[in-house]
């Protein structure tokens, strides 16, 4: 019998064996999606670019990854309000999602466009969210308050260190393709490895505990309009529009950063995948240093402590080239990013009441992702301008460019962290010295 205390002890105080067991068995299912996002999700970009795709391309394939994660997380929610078992649903989520890999490599192979792959995964990626706010609600009636930020920081940081793993191992294994000419084989090979992997997640999440769904007439009424039109009317609706802004300004050069890499600075796969998985461990490994810190502190003072630095991270990629340095900037932004990501949930999970949350959570996905979009595209838009117009300022590029770009406006949107309030009390911190873990 799986016995949840052999796997996380600090769960001991969950009175219900069943909640404990579920929350070990749902660490166990975000190793399995990790494999499956190192192996092949992680080289989605180099696969399109691989098959020929353009700088705005690869942004608007991130931005449409944003766009179709928040329409199926208002999708899912709405299954949940009429009923639909949110394991059920994680599980068919899961099913479609693994498929889909198999599916986007042999199609975009056969017709050899980058158009055709980008349109899969985003196709893959609805299906895979439609289980989204169902298993959010789902998880957070099972962790206590005063564990979340604890229990996700472990999560986290497995799920770091399993990605590390398979993006170093899918890595080297590209570069050993690339230098005996069948790149396109070792693309399959990961993309169904992915499947295969994926698929296990059903195993686990069948065997989980899922509670009923507390449901209130309330709750069934809340409509997007309502929700929209809140936003500045209320302290989490101006958390809402400062996260939005953040969004806006991160997600800007995340895909120019891959190309930048790849096409700019002619790095090999190997040194692409340490790189891009410094930042994606560093984000997972250094959570368990935030949880604590926001549990005690509170998430607003942690998301702005955190986000204040962030315009730092983007003009390392403005001024440094040596893919070794870029590492060290990677593992900085990771760090941060792992404060930003931990507090913002947190502090909705904090503001909303649990039979809200599945509609709220799709509602503020849905916002935030449209933010994501808008940073993706406008990002693409203008090196794709700057680069036709073969425009350039004291030496830098279109890209580098970009990157300045989203660095002045990440500072900007800093003064929007002053609109909106913690919603539960915490300590004060007296010196740096409380900031400590």
């Not at 962790?143 to 999560?155: C, F, M």
Request: charged content about 10%; overall charge positive.
């Amino acid at each position: 019998m799986f016995r949840a205390k052999h796997l996380l002890g600090f769960l001991e105080p969950v009175a219900d064996l069943q909640a404990r067991r579920t929350l070990a068995l749902s660490v166990l299912d975000g190793a399995i999606w990790a494999l499956m996002f190192g192996l092949a999700e992680n080289y989605l970009v180099p696969f399109v670019l691989f098959f020929g795709a353009t700088v705005f391309q690869v942004s608007l394939l991130q931005g449409l990854a944003q766009l179709t994660t928040g329409a199926s997380q208002l999708a899912g929610s709405v299954l949940v309000q009429r009923g639909a078992s949110r394991r059920r649903l994680a599980m068919g989520a899961v099913t479609v999602q693994a498929v889909m890999w198999v599916v986007t490599f042999v199609a975009t192979l056969v017709t050899g466009s980058a158009w055709v792959g980008i349109g899969l995964y985003c196709f893959g990626l609805f299906f895979a969210n439609l289980g989204g706010p169902g298993w959010v609600s789902w998880m957070t009636e099972l962790v206590p308050a005063d564990l979340r930020g604890h229990y996700w920081s472990y999560r986290n940081r497995l799920i770091g260190f399993v990605q590390l793993a398979a993006i170093l191992a899918a890595g080297w294994f590209l570069d050993l393709a690339k230098g005996q000419h069948w790149e396109s084989v070792a693309y399959g090979v990961l993309f169904s490895v992915a499947t295969v992997i994926r698929l296990g997640s059903i195993v686990v999440l069948r065997i989980q505990h899922e509670p009923e769904l507390p449901r209130t007439e309330d709750s069934r009424q809340m409509t997007f309009f309502a929700f929209l039109r809140d936003l500045p009317r209320t302290n989490f609706g101006r958390f809402v529009l400062y996260y939005m802004a953040l969004n806006f300004a991160l997600v800007m050069i995340y895909p120019l950063m891959q190309v930048h890499l790849l096409k700019n600075l002619g790095v090999t796969y190997e040194q692409y995948s340490w790189v891009t998985m410094v930042f994606t461990v560093a984000t997972s490994v250094f959570l368990p240093y935030w949880g604590p810190l926001a549990d005690r502190f509170g998430n607003r003072r942690i998301l702005l402590v955190s986000a204040a630095f962030l315009p730092l991270i983007a003009l390392g990629w403005v001024f440094i080239t040596d893919w070794r340095l870029l590492i060290v900037v990677q593992l900085l932004g990771g760090f941060l990013a792992g404060g930003v990501m931990l507090s913002a949930n947190n502090f909705v999970f904090d503001a909303i009441a649990p039979e809200h949350l599945p509609k709220t959570w799709a509602y503020y996905t849905v916002v935030t992702m449209l933010a994501s979009f808008a940073g993706s595209v406008v990002g693409g838009a203008v090196a794709e301008y700057l680069g036709n117009e073969k425009i350039s300022w004291w030496g830098m590029g279109p890209l580098p460019l970009v990157f300045l770009l989203t660095s002045l406006l990440r500072l900007l949107f800093l003064f929007l962290g002053r609109t909106f309030v913690e919603v539960r009390p915490v300590s004060h911190p007296q010196g740096w010295r409380s900031w400590l873990p």
